[in-house]
Structure formats: C-alpha cells, structure tokens
T-cell receptor
Framework: SAVISQKPSRDICQRGTSLTIQCQVD?????MFWYRQQPGQSLTLIAT?????????ESGFVIDKFPISRPNLTFSTLTVSNMSPEDSSIYLC????????????FGPGTRLTVL | DQQVKQNSPSLSVQEGRISILNCDYT??????FLWYKKYPAEGPTFLIS?????DKNEDGRFTVFLNKSAKHLSLHIVPSQPGDSAVYFC?????????????FGKGTHLIIQP
C-alpha cells in the first residue's frame, strides 16, 4: 500500500477565510477523491480530482466553494472557501488504482474547525 | 435518502466471541462493497471487500457475507480482540470500487469488552 499524507492535520479558522488542504501520495495513483465527515455523520464524497482537468463534483458541492487541483498523479489540493461554522468537518482524501487494486485508501484526514 | 444504512450505532461484544456488523443498501446498481475501520483522529483503514458476483469473502479473522436479494451484507470478526474496538463503516460502489466515489453508511462503533 502507499503512504498518503495530508497537510495540515488540523486547523482552526475564522469565518469568511479560506483554507487549502494538501494530499500527497508516495506513488502514482489513478484516482484521487475528496470526502468530508461532518460531526456524527458518515463520509460524504465531495468530488473526484481529475489529473489535468476540472474536478467532478457531487450534487450539493460546487467548484466556487471547494476548488480542487490535481496537477499530477501524486498530489491534489482542496480549498474550502469563504468558510462558515457549517464547514467544520474532517476532510479526507482517498486514492485508488494502486498496483491494480480497486479499493480506495484514505489519508489521515484534516480536522477543520471554523469559528 | 440514505443509500447505505448501518442501523446499529454501537455494538458491544465480549473478547473472543464473534462480532457481527450489519449493513443494508437500497441502490441495485451497487456492485462492490467494502468495509473500513476507523480509529479516532485517523483516516479509515480498508479491511475487506466483496464483489456482487460473490456471496462470501474471507481474510483471516474477517469474513464478509453478501445477500444480494436482500440487499444486505455483514462483516464477521472472529475471534474478537480488544484492538478491534473502533468505528466500522460499510461502503458501496457501482463501478468496482475504484473508479468512482464510495457511498458510506453512518458507521457502527464496536466495543470489545475484556
């Protein structure tokens, strides 16, 4: 399996500001995804990060609020823009396509608190 | 509308006994199912998966059973160990598990009692 890291691991932010979360994998992967887990809830897919093109967003998530980049096969960023307390969540990246394996593997997550 | 349901928020099992975690789904298009284990302050860890063409998959102490007609799957852990105490998430995909995002249940908190 690969090593997946996320930065920052946690942050406390003021409403109205933006935070960019980084996801780095130590080997090339086919797919990268971004999820969030709101308090007491399950993981919800935000978008698929496409290498070299615009991300594919799930219903209820828009590019202006959650811009995503994926410049290569090992790195992606998610920005949470114009934050409000409702954005307080754990944000997780996941990857698939490691050595031909179908399953998705997750990073450690970024715990975001918006005041 | 929750497409993957884990109706037991928590489950307590004695060490050494069998733990059975259940999951139901509503979307007939799902063809791949996964179980993840999550400790606090960590990301989910992949445990075991099953394709819809199978009804059982085993990996060591973990066995997943799939009943397609009932749209139900279960994870059996035997024997249960203290390190198994964690939140377990059931997840489903309609593309083999890797090409599209996963739909998750809300999780079951498994507590292994000594």
């Amino acid at each position: 399996s690969a090593v997946i890291s996320q930065k920052p691991s946690r942050d406390i932010c003021q409403r109205g500001t933006s935070l960019t979360i980084q996801c780095q994998v130590d080997s090339q992967v086919t797919m990268m995804f971004w999820y969030r887990q709101q308090p007491g809830q399950s993981l919800t897919l935000i978008a698929t990060a496409n290498q070299g093109s615009e991300a594919t967003y799930e219903s209820g998530f828009v590019i202006d609020k959650f811009p995503i980049s994926r410049p290569n096969l090992t790195f992606s960023t998610l920005t949470v823009s114009n934050m409000s307390p409702e954005d307080s969540s754990i944000y997780l990246c996941s990857v698939s396509g490691l050595a031909g394996v179908n399953e998705q593997f997750f990073g450690p997550g970024t715990r975001l608190t918006v005041l | 509308d929750q497409q993957v349901k884990q109706n037991s928020p928590s489950l307590s099992v004695q060490e050494g006994r069998i733990s059975i975690l259940n999951c139901d789904y509503t979307n007939s298009m799902f063809d791949y199912f996964l179980w993840y284990k999550k400790y606090p302050a960590e990301g989910p860890t992949f445990l075991i998966s099953i394709s819809s063409i199978k009804d059982k998959n085993e990996d060591g102490r973990f066995t997943v059973f799939l009943n397609k007609s009932a749209k139900h799957l279960s994870l059996h852990i035997v024997p249960s160990q203290p390190g198994d105490s964690a939140v377990y998430f059931c997840a489903a995909s309609n593309s083999g598990g890797g090409a599209d995002g996963l739909t998750f249940g809300k999780g079951t908190h498994l507590i292994i009692q000594p």
